[in-house]
């Protein structure tokens, strides 16, 4: 596997020649591996019991361009025409909700997001998401690495909001 925001070139050599002999065009190749892409996040894809104000970590291939991840991530609430914007948290906010992974002893945490914390990025939905909604983080195309590659697709990390507390007199 090649990492995200990679710009590769090569060339064919010249005189070189296939199997049967014959000569090989002397060309110029390049491709690159898009953008920034999402690798691993907590709370995992398809987690059904996220809270109403949960902490987006997301892991990704590439270091994200700081501002391009704000304004084209978003929460999606099923049954809500409006997209839901997303705070991408910095500073001691950013630190404090990786050292809730870390005092956990989450493994995702020690093998993915703590080798990499220049490629992880914490995002919170602006509002509270409604409680037992089906919602999802969406991240569209465009966000850019360093380099200025940016991602060509988008995607969605579908969850649902966990029942509101309910406390019953016994």
């Not at 099923?78 to 404090?96: K, N, S």
């Amino acid at each position: 596997n090649l990492p995200g925001a990679l710009r590769c070139e090569f060339a064919v050599r010249a005189g070189l020649r296939d199997a049967t002999g014959q000569p090989v065009n002397a060309d110029i190749f390049r491709f690159d591996t898009g953008g920034p892409q999402v690798v691993t996040m907590r709370p995992a894809d398809g987690d059904s019991r996220i809270d109403e104000r949960q902490l987006f970590v997301l892991a990704f291939d590439a270091q994200v361009k700081p501002g391009t991840l704000a304004g084209r991530a978003s929460c999606r609430v099923t049954g809500l025409a409006e997209r839901i914007e997303v705070d991408v948290l910095q500073g001691a906010e950013r630190e404090a909700a990786l050292q809730r992974l870390k005092a956990g002893n989450d493994p995702l945490f020690r093998r993915r997001f703590a080798p990499n914390a220049a490629t992880t990025e914490v995002l919170r939905c602006k509002r509270p998401l409604p409680n037992e909604a089906q919602a999802s983080l969406v991240l569209d195309p465009g966000g850019e690495a360093a380099n200025g590659l940016a991602s060509r697709e988008a995607q969605a990390f579908a969850c649902k909001v966990r029942p509101a507390f309910r406390a019953r007199a016994v």
